[in-house]
């Protein structure tokens, strides 16, 4: 018996993230356990729960070799391996006050998503030659000051709505607008900077990205139909929204970003050979791009996506623009 899987799950017929978090719409009763156990588990994973890449999907050597090059991707997969494990941590809130069945499987599928991909960034690192017993104090040191001064902080605002407020359509609409909104277009970039120089990585962040996907559709479907059935609900939403944003603008994220992209902009150039005619996106080679058009590339990602899902939810996009 073949299994029926979704095409949004399907490693092959997926689309980009961008792509399907701008047009997918998504529902928790459709994405309950019963479609996450056949479309990701037997989907999307397939060949590829272990490492999140296949064989075919390999680690070169360069990689291994030091550098700023492989340095980028330490710091990469550090800061988002310990942000991964401590949305995880977040998401145990959101399946505790989960309303119904629906959105209770729906977060736990979300839960072990996010405990997966923590699980890949860092089994990658061991691919990258760090010491399996250094593990724990790579990932410590590289990313100490990033997770307290910008994984804590966003999780922390996620965590008052969910479990101090008990307001759980609050939290949904801050884990999907300020933390996955935010962060999906760094996921974006990251699998197209490491598609070439580092198969394994580009598929890594590709699986990411499909799982994201699904993570923004169905947050903000929990969001769009919630204000539909109680429109009274909306001030306390903007209200929620309006301090999520002024707490964004004060977290220094640009600094973290473009120490990464300095890294890599010199690994890059190191071994330009490899990706001489390589776009980053149609009729842009990777090779011609700057450290900060690759961050503002991001941000527009992220002020796009934020309008068509602002929309789909029937929330004025200005009260998340970051001026
Ligand atoms: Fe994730
Ligand atoms: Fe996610």
Same mark, same amino acid.
């Given at each position: 018996?073949?299994?029926?899987?979704?095409?949004?799950?399907?490693?092959?017929?997926?689309?980009?993230? *961008?792509?399907?978090?701008?047009?997918?719409?998504?529902?928790?009763?459709?994405?309950?356990?019963?479609?996450?156990?056949?479309?990701?588990?037997?989907?999307?994973? *397939?060949?590829?729960?272990?490492?999140? @890449?296949?064989?075919?999907?390999?680690?070169?050597?360069?990689?291994?070799?030091?550098?700023? *090059?492989?340095?980028?991707?330490?710091?990469?997969?550090?800061?988002?391996?310990? /942000?991964?494990?401590?949305?995880?941590?977040?998401?145990?809130?959101?399946?505790?006050?989960?309303?119904?069945?629906?959105?209770?499987?729906?977060?736990?599928?979300?839960?072990?998503?996010?405990?997966? @991909?923590?699980?890949?960034?860092?089994?990658?690192?061991?691919?990258?030659?760090?010491?399996?017993?250094?593990?724990?104090?790579?990932?410590?040191?590289?990313?100490?000051?990033?997770?307290?001064?910008?994984?804590?902080?966003?999780?922390?605002?996620? *965590?008052?709505?969910?479990?101090?407020?008990?307001?759980?359509?609050?939290?949904?609409?801050?884990?999907?607008?300020?933390?996955?909104?935010?962060?999906?277009?760094?996921?974006?970039?990251?699998?197209?900077?490491?598609?070439?120089?580092?198969?394994?990585?580009? /598929?890594?962040?590709?699986?990411?990205?499909?799982?994201?996907?699904? @993570?923004?559709?169905?947050?903000?479907?929990?969001?769009?139909?919630?204000?539909?059935?109680?429109?009274?609900?909306?001030?306390?939403?903007?209200?929620?929204?309006?301090?999520?944003?002024?707490?964004?603008?004060?977290?220094?994220?640009?600094?973290?970003?473009?120490?990464?992209?300095?890294?890599?902009?010199?690994?890059?150039?190191? @071994?330009?050979?490899?990706?001489?005619?390589?776009?980053?996106?149609?009729?842009?080679?990777?090779?011609?791009?700057?450290?900060?058009?690759?961050?503002?590339?991001?941000?527009?990602?992220?002020?796009?996506? /934020?309008?068509?899902?602002?929309?789909?939810?029937?929330?004025?996009?200005?009260?998340?623009?970051?001026?």
């Amino acid at each position: 018996m073949t299994t029926e899987i979704p095409v949004e799950t399907g490693w092959d017929t997926a689309p980009g993230l *961008l792509d399907g978090a701008m047009n997918l719409n998504l529902t928790p009763e459709q994405c309950d356990l019963a479609y996450w156990l056949r479309g990701v588990a037997q989907g999307t994973l *397939l060949g590829r729960v272990e490492t999140g @890449h296949s064989a075919a999907e390999p680690t070169p050597d360069h990689m291994r070799e030091p550098g700023p *090059l492989r340095d980028a991707l330490v710091m990469e997969l550090a800061c988002r391996s310990v /942000a991964e494990t401590e949305a995880t941590k977040v998401l145990a809130h959101y399946v505790a006050a989960a309303p119904g069945a629906p959105e209770l499987e729906f977060f736990a599928t979300q839960l072990i998503d996010e405990a997966r @991909h923590a699980m890949v960034f860092r089994k990658h690192l061991l691919e990258l030659a760090v010491p399996e017993a250094e593990l724990p104090a790579v990932i410590e040191r590289v990313s100490a000051d990033y997770t307290r001064e910008v994984v804590d902080p966003i999780l922390d605002f996620a *965590l008052r709505a969910v479990r101090d407020e008990g307001d759980f359509i609050g939290g949904v609409a801050v884990f999907t607008i300020v933390i996955e909104g935010v962060l999906a277009p760094a996921a974006e970039l990251s699998e197209r900077k490491w598609n070439v120089l580092d198969p394994a990585a580009g /598929a890594i962040a590709r699986g990411a990205s499909i799982d994201e996907i699904r @993570h923004l559709s169905v947050g903000s479907t929990i969001v769009r139909d919630h204000l539909l059935k109680h429109p009274e609900y909306r001030p306390r939403l903007m209200d929620i929204l309006e301090r999520g944003r002024k707490l964004w603008e004060g977290i220094p994220d640009r600094r973290y970003v473009l120490e990464r992209e300095e890294l890599f902009q010199a690994g890059m150039r190191q @071994h330009a050979a490899l990706i001489q005619e390589y776009e980053v996106f149609p009729g842009r080679r990777l090779l011609d791009t700057t450290p900060e058009e690759r961050y503002a590339l991001a941000e527009r990602w992220t002020d796009q996506m /934020a309008d068509s899902r602002f929309a789909y939810m029937g929330i004025d996009p200005a009260v998340m623009r970051i001026v």
